[in-house]
């Protein structure tokens, strides 16, 4: 916590820490939910993937930033977002967080802008067909559980579809399908 009577010390150039003295001497370092926010439009700004979702997921700043930016462009660029992350628990976790709202007009208004609407109704289908196509045609194997994921998160949850992937998974016998096989009856 902050006390009172805290100055400001130093600004990390290009970071998001900032450095203060507190009234006894010590020295704190803050991470300013502004300036995590700035950084992180910046870094949406140059498609940046990999550097903004690990920016977000350390301060706890909701994942649905990386898609409200600005939702098009993101759209276009899924398949990028999937590369730069390029791990699989990953891409789960920003499927899992996914909410049909606008997230800078809910928690991270701007400021200075006009008020946005917050509700952005089949955005999550959206964005789960997207990236479900993206995943499809780079790996379907080493993204498997993601596949599964963005059918699961669907609005209504496409089960049906997912179990079938499962029994096509199951019933195949090749050595990518054996470690599949593996990792789904891990997770089930």
């Known amino acids: ?28 370092v803050v991470a ?11 870094q949406l700004d140059q498609f940046q993937y990999n550097s903004v979702f690990q920016l977000l997921r350390k301060h ?10 600005d939702e098009e462009r993101f759209l276009s660029s899924v398949t990028d977002f999937i590369t730069a992350v390029d791990n699989p ?32 109704p089949g955005k999550v ?7 479900h196509a993206a995943l499809q045609q780079l790996d379907a194997d080493k993204y498997l559980f993601s596949i599964l994921t963005a059918h699961v998160r669907h609005v209504p949850p496409a089960l049906s579809t997912a ?7 199951r019933d195949t016998t090749d050595t990518h399908a054996s470690a599949a096989q593996e990792r789904t009856r891990a997770a089930l």
């Open 32 to 42: 300013p939910r502004a300036l995590v926010l700035a950084a992180a439009r910046e």
């Open 1 to 28: 916590a902050v006390e009172r009577g805290a100055r400001i010390v130093a600004v990390v150039p290009h970071d998001v820490r900032l450095i203060l003295q507190m009234p006894r001497g010590n020295l704190e």
């Open 89 to 120: 628990d990953y891409i789960n976790l920003f499927l899992a967080e996914l909410k049909d709202e606008n997230v800078i007009a809910s928690m991270y208004p701007r400021p200075g802008t006009a008020p946005i609407a917050a509700a952005r």
């Open 163 to 169: 179990l079938e992937i499962v029994r096509g998974v």
């Open 125 to 131: 289908n959206r964005i789960c067909d997207a990236v």
């Open 60 to 69: 706890r700043v909701n994942l649905n930033l990386i898609v409200d930016h």
